[in-house]
């Protein structure tokens, strides 16, 4: 009779690669987590293999209610769309460790039985509750391992050498338990990563690490293995911060007879040289991004370089273009430091880049924001914004003078460069308003030929004109789109409005 491990085994997928992003649902999604499940998704694709969402939600004390749909949705808005997950299945499920729980007791049963894992039947110590999730250190960690846990659980547990007879009769005598990894206190063990080469740790330093709590649940780490086998996970994207349990997942991991996956670490995102990014200090999510008026391009392709050169001068890649550059060699040890001028900038370019009828689209909220005149035509704003604009949300404080002129003083006249002053602006504005009068069409065109035809018979450059006509619509030194769209958007009748505004004032201080 096949045996009910040989069953689990049976239904491991194999033959190519397979990756695996696998957050915990504690909110929404930060840069770092952004970027291991881009890369993770890059090296599954880049071979053809398989890409998997995987929710570790055995710490139920800091999971987020709706959280899970926050990184499936944030993962679909990226375009990282992952082959298996829970809420699409496949032949591995369920994929949310907490559905799995009655898989995890028998394989720490299993250890114990084979020695590399004992029964503790010690009273609850701190440790025994925390989830030794190393991701939470640096970030919002309300249980990640201290000092003084790491310090104790170094100690002979007076548990570990009981006779595996004894501690099983009092297991199932009902005996309150937890089950500690066995680690070796002699010899050494050693760690192959991509990134970081070949780490080897002295045994004597390995703690006995929880794997199976008081209730039932299990550890990150005990979990993280036996999940990474069951799918068959063959490359494994994590964080620095793993580091320093890696060597104890390899115990497992040979415990077991598994093979080991290949690791590939990527060093933190920094907010500057001393400090990690963190939610808890305020750094942005994905979300924070995306509502501060970033494009999910942009992010995405900045993300990638935090820590991941293509090599070459190159800096602009879409999701499709990272597949066919996209190399592990290229990712870096050192730390990534977020620089949200550089995505700004990345954002200026990504918004340029787009079909003007995509932009108008996505500027279309923002611009009502501030133009509520539906009069006004929001496509033709958005064609003077989509090369002036970095952000989304700068949108309404660059056009908020359609709606209405703003209060200005007449000094916004004088432009050393433009040639101008009040009287001359005076001038240019009366005669403006002149040729707009006799103009039988109000288009573009007509417009820009009617004020370079009359800067021409004025005898004066362009800008002279321009300037003055400009600051009469606008009420404002800095524009997007020159005089020519600002006067066309607003209309014939609200831009004679405006420059006999103008006119009244220049001539108020004339008097």
């Known amino acids: 009779m096949t045996s009910w491990f040989e069953e689990m085994e049976s239904k491991i997928p194999h033959g190519k690669v397979r990756t695996r992003f696998a957050p915990s649902p504690t909110g929404y999604m930060h840069v770092g987590g952004l970027r291991t499940a881009l890369y993770a998704y890059l090296i599954a694709k880049k071979s053809g293999g398989t890409y998997i969402l995987r929710i570790e939600d055995t710490d139920a004390a800091r999971f987020v209610e709706g959280a899970t749909e926050i990184i499936i949705d944030t993962l679909k808005n990226a375009g990282l769309i992952y082959d298996e997950g829970p809420d699409v299945g496949g032949p591995v499920a369920p994929y949310t460790q907490s559905e ?28 025994d509750t925390d989830d030794n999730d190393p991701s939470l250190v640096g970030h919002d960690a309300p249980g990640a391992p201290s000092a003084e846990n790491e310090k104790f659980s170094l100690e002979d547990d007076p548990c570990r050498d009981l006779p595996f007879a004894d501690s099983k009769s009092r297991v199932e005598s009902g005996v309150p338990f937890v089950v500690r990894m066995k680690a070796p206190r002699e010899g050494e063990t050693t760690v192959v990563d ?21 209730d039932g649940m299990p550890t990150y780490n005990f979990a993280n293995v036996i999940d990474d086998h069951l799918m068959g996970i063959t490359h494994v994207m994590r964080g620095s911060e793993y580091i320093s349990s890696a060597p104890k997942y390899n ?33 942005p999510t994905y979300d924070d991004l995306l509502n501060q008026g970033y494009l999910p391009d942009a992010v995405l392709n900045y993300v990638a370089l935090l820590g991941w050169s293509p090599g070459g001068e190159r800096e602009m890649f879409t999701l499709k273009e990272m597949l066919e550059v996209f190399d592990v060699k290229g990712i870096s040890k050192s730390p990534a430091i977020f620089d949200v001028d550089k995505l700004t900038h990345f954002n200026s370019e990504y918004i ?50 359609f709606d ?5 003083e007449t000094e916004l006249y004088v432009h050393k460069k433009s040639k101008t002053d009040e ?68 209309g014939r009748d609200e831009t004679q409005r405006r420059i006999e505004t103008g006119i009244k004032k220049l001539e108020s201080i004339s008097q």
């Open 100 to 127: 799995r729980r009655d898989t995890y007791l028998p394989y720490a049963r299993l250890l114990c039985e084979k020695g590399a894992a004992y029964y503790c039947f010690c009273e609850p110590k701190a440790q």
């Open 194 to 214: 991509l990134v970081f080469g070949v780490i080897t740790t002295q045994n004597k330093t390995l703690d006995d690490m929880i794997l199976l709590k008081r």
């Open 251 to 283: 115990l497992l991991y040979d415990a077991f007879g598994w093979e080991i996956p290949t690791y590939i670490t990527v060093s933190p995102v920094m907010r500057d040289a001393q400090r990690k990014l963190s939610k808890r200090h305020g750094d």
């Open 352 to 401: 340029r880049a787009l079909e003007p009828e995509k932009f108008a689209e996505l500027a279309e909220p923002y611009i009502r924001k501030a133009v509520k005149n539906e009069g006004l035509s929001t496509a033709a704003i958005a064609q003077i914004l989509q090369a002036r604009c970095e952000k989304l949300t700068d949108i309404p404080e660059k056009i908020d003078f």
């Open 404 to 408: 209405s002129l703003p209060d200005y």
């Open 423 to 490: 009287k001359i602006s005076l001038e240019m504005l009366r005669a403006a308003q002149e040729a707009f009068e006799a103009m039988t069409e109000w288009t573009n065109l007509s417009i820009h030929d009617t004020l370079i035809a009359l800067a021409e018979k004025l005898g004066v450059k362009n800008a002279t004109l321009m300037w003055p006509v400009r600051i009469a619509a606008a009420g404002k030194a800095v524009t997007p789109g020159g005089a020519v769209e600002i006067c066309w958007i607003l």
